[in-house]
């Protein structure tokens, strides 16, 4: 296998930069480029260990000072032999290091090459290689305490633990099929039925994961509507910061969808502000009260904003019976000015119906109370294990597929062997998603998504 470098710091001015190199002639390529203060060899450093010393050009120049951090293999990120040079943060100087790293034999390092080594080595399951992005891409709390436990390897826990009951069935099976002579248990359909339907719980309660990390890697798709002047624009730029949208008094102010990713808790709301919902004859305006509505068919999450200074109107009732069974929340917005709406009438629409003023900040912290209990109240347990992405929700779902017809093919009186052949196929997808037994197609398509460096 070749020795790989790149820079394993972001691709930005810090206080300092990390060149990683690993493989066989990782110290090697060190040595080639870095000399220690001590004047002692890098070959002949330990593990685990840090020489203070310098980079040199290849012209014999001083570049930078520099600490090499030398790891022995096994025990090393990738398994290999790996040395890490810590020079200081300048975007040019730590290219130019690395120049001197290819010049002295190592090659360039792949998007999560490092990672894909470790896997490959056995240091991290699939899903753990995973969770390393996760990990980097992590925005709050939740994201993160889901990451270190895939990181931990809950998912693989959890997918083993089904796995090994699929091989366990499946031994059975054959045991039964292979020695008739033999006094072996027969497998009784009921018995073997009601162990499939078990195990189909299990893989659907960790199916039933995924849109919860979906929601907190991804966001939710928000879309504020409402007729003109109640002030979606307002709120828009209230969940904002700062003045996303443009305010005025006069109606049709926003014809054009104004969109905006903000942090609400631990929710991220990939929010679209929308034209005010009304009849006109204007057809730039028309345009774009289309567009919201088409926004509002495919939201997730609906902030429904109606004017608690006057009563409800012909727009506002047109927009609830639009809204019917989405997940949405009445903002009752100018709160602090007037109280002419009939908020028991939203009470019969709405399960949160809010007041608030978006000009001032009250009752702000009431609806992210109400968001958080729509997304996060039956939120699983992060440390059960949580998918993280499509690859493996792919994985389960199609297990499941595969249970779901050996369940009915038992139900049906089908031959064992028709049941085996089913559950084969469903013990191998769950040993692609953490693994265990994985293409080099499905390899590439899990690095492909990594930074080089990492």
């Known amino acids: 296998m070749s020795t790989i470098a790149a820079i394993s710091t972001p691709n930005a001015v810090g206080g300092i930069a990390v060149i990683r190199i690993s493989g066989p002639d990782a110290l090697t390529v060190a040595e080639r480029v870095f000399t220690p203060a001590n004047g002692k060899p890098v070959s002949a450093m330990a593990g685990y260990t840090c020489a203070y010393g310098t980079v040199r ?29 810590s020079c200081h943060g300048g975007l040019f100087l730590s290219r130019q290091v690395l120049r001197l790293c290819f010049a002295a034999g190592a090659e360039p390092a792949g998007p999560g090459e490092f990672t894909k080594r470790a ?16 990990l980097i891409s992590a925005r709050g709390d939740a994201e993160l305490r889901c990451a270190r436990s895939l990181r ?5 826990r959890r997918i083993h633990a089904c796995t ?20 072996i248990p027969s497998v009784e359909p009921e018995n073997l039925c009601a162990s499939l339907t078990g195990l189909h719980a299990e893989l659907s309660a960790v199916a039933a994961t995924y849109d919860y990390g979906r929601i907190l890697r991804e966001g939710i798709n928000t879309v504020i509507v409402g007729r003109p002047n109640v002030g979606k624009s307002t709120l ?9 949208s443009i305010v005025t008094d006069v109606a049709g102010t926003t014809r054009d ?5 903000v942090r609400l808790g631990d929710l991220t709301l990939r929010l679209s502000d929308t034209a005010g919902l009304r009849d006109t004859a204007d057809r730039v305006e028309q345009i774009g009260v289309e567009i919201a509505y088409r926004r509002l068919e495919d939201a997730e ?3 429904a904003v109606f004017d608690s200074t006057s009563p409800l109107q012909p727009q506002d009732q047109e927009l609830i019976n639009r809204i019917g069974n989405r997940r949405a929340v009445a903002v009752c917005n100018k709160s602090d000015v007037g109280a002419l709406l009939d908020m028991q009438e939203l009470d019969r629409h709405f399960d949160y119906v809010i007041p608030l003023s978006a000009k001032t900040g009250e009752g702000m912290d009431k609806l992210s109370a109400a968001l958080h209990a729509l997304f996060l109240a039956d939120a699983p347990d992060p440390q059960a294990g949580v998918l993280s992405n499509e690859r493996q929700k792919h994985c389960v779902m199609a297990a499941l597929e595969q249970l779901s017809a050996a369940i009915s093919a038992v139900r049906a009186g089908e031959s064992l062997d028709c049941v085996t052949v089913l559950l084969e196929d469903g013990a191998n997808v769950l040993l692609e998603l953490t693994g265990e037994r994985a293409t080099e197609a499905v390899v590439e398509q899990v690095f492909a998504r990594f930074c080089v460096g990492k």
């Open 152 to 156: 931990e390897g809950a998912v693989f």
């Open 236 to 244: 828009m730029n209230r969940l904002s910061g700062f003045e996303r």
């Open 164 to 183: 090994d009951r699929l091989v366990e069935l499946l031994s059975d099976l054959a045991a039964w099929a292979d020695y008739p002579e033999e006094d």
């Open 57 to 85: 050009d290849q012209a014999g120049n001083p570049l930078d000072d520099v600490v090499l951090t030398v790891f022995r293999a096994p025990h090393s990120y990738t398994g290999e032999d790996t040395a890490e040079l």
């Open 119 to 134: 896997f490959l080595a056995g240091k991290l399951s699939l899903t753990q290689a995973e969770s390393v992005m996760d």
């Open 257 to 261: 969808v104004v969109e905006e990713s």
């Open 301 to 303: 999450l609906v902030l």
